[in-house]
């Protein structure tokens, strides 16, 4: 393994990471509640560590293999994770333990949303607007972004860009460089944030939370600037644009690009019926708002089709906003919405979960086995649209499904054995493996009450759901570290 590289290339993404840091104090300069010196601070440590890490390693260039590109993602992830989390322990107000500050930087950074702080509307914008910000970079991946200036460090990005992507069929890609397909993969995600602002901003939001709510939004983190979350707005506008916006950013970005182009040679967007798994995606969208919105309208709430969607859309794309207590509901939707986050959103998209496309193929696979047990020699391939699957690609699907199995079973041992009673440590388990935020329970607003070290288990469960388990579970096989 070539660490040497590895360490130069770590530090020169640690130090783009830490001009991050820059944003959010020149909030806190502009609104001037507070905040700066924290952010100022973690710009000069950040600064130092990764000028030392480039330094001391600046000679080396040599091209990164597979499974460096692997230890990169990975290495880089806990390093950019611990280092956002400086700034939550430089606060004054709100004081954080360090697993609760870390606990933090990692929900921000993969896009889970759950957090460990309250009283969001008295904080001061600078804070608020660094945990938007954070889920916003890690929503694409900060290694997709590094991949985008691959050809200023002198290095092939192919490995870093297999090592981040989600879903099963990571070797599709829109073109042949890297580079050049992560620089559209960033246009397009910067877009949508744009137009999600400025309709937020036309909706009736400030400017201020406007591009907060876009940056989680577009990410499907979660995030709000304040504890009712998007119920704070009692918008029915907004939660129509947040609807909207959550679905087209749980859909592939690789099937938006491929329209995108369609679009500019004029032709029509038929390429999203054509797509297998966006037709499954939003089937499943559409059942789930129907089951809701009769057990709501039968209950007798109001506004039932907008709260139903409304839920439906943020929970099972992983996103986690709220506009009301949906836990008070008939039992029976808080559960269902709870496991739907299983299948969060496509693969290629910001959305967490076991990704769309993998449980459609499971279904498939279901089918063809079902089939076989009443005609023992039928030769039946599974296809994808048009595509047989590769028995690899099962082989894979499978192999994933069960260490995400495994994880969840290990981290849900781990967090009882902290002291957290069953209910509840199934709950923040899958709201942490599945990126999710939000559960049922104590963890249905925030973590507060979550004991410190089974933070610590809940931060490693984040970590697997947003890389996808296998991307950090290589480094702990011993074949990873032969030569």
Sequence with gaps: MRILSIIRIIGILVMCFSITMLAPAFVALLYGDGGGKAFVQTFVMSSIVGLSLWWSCHHHKEELRSRDGFFIVVAFWIVLGSLGAIPFMLFEKPELSLSGAFFESFSGLTTTGATNITGLDNLPKAILFYRQLLQWMGGMGIIVLAVAIIPLLGIGGMQLYRAEMSGPLKDQKMRPRIAE?????????????????????????????????????????GFSTHDASMGYFNNSIINIITIVFLLISACNYALHFAAFSELKRGKS?????????????????????????????????????????????????????????????????????????????????????????????????????????????????????????????????????????????????????????????????????????????????????????????????????????????VLFSPAFWKE
């Design 181 to 221: 397909t992560a620089k559209i993969l960033w246009f397009i995600y910067t877009s949508l944030t744009i137009l999600c602002a400025f309709a937020y901003w036309l909706a009736g939001m400030s400017i201020f939370d406007a591009i907060s709510h876009s940056f989680s939004t577009v990410s499907i983190g």
């Design 269 to 473: 967007l038929r390429i999203y019926l054509r797509d297998p798994e966006f037709k499954f995606f939003m089937s499943f969208q559409i059942v789930l708002i129907v089951i809701c919105f009769l057990f709501l309208w039968w209950s007798g709430h109001e506004n039932s089709l907008e709260e139903a969607a409304f839920q439906a859309v943020s929970i099972s794309t992983t996103t986690g906003y709220t506009t009301t207590d949906f836990t008070h509901w008939p039992s029976f939707i808080p559960i269902l919405l709870l496991f739907s986050s299983f299948v969060g959103g496509c693969a290629g998209s910001t959305g967490g979960g076991l990704k769309a496309v993998r449980i459609l193929i499971l279904s498939l696979q279901w089918n063809r086995e079902i089939k076989r047990f009443v005609h023992p020699n039928l030769v039946y391939p599974i296809k994808l649209g048009r595509n047989i699957v590769p028995e690899r690609v099962l082989e894979g699907i499978w192999a994933f499904f069960s260490a995400y199995a495994l994880v969840f079973v290990l981290c849900l041992f781990g967090v009882i054995a902290c002291g957290v009673d069953i209910f509840n440590a199934f709950n923040a388990v899958v709201a942490c493996l599945n990126n999710l935020g939000p559960g049922l329970g104590q963890v249905s607003s925030n973590f507060v009450s979550i004991p410190d070290n089974a933070k610590w288990i809940l931060t490693f469960a984040m970590i697997c759901g947003r890389l996808e388990i296998f991307s950090l579970l």
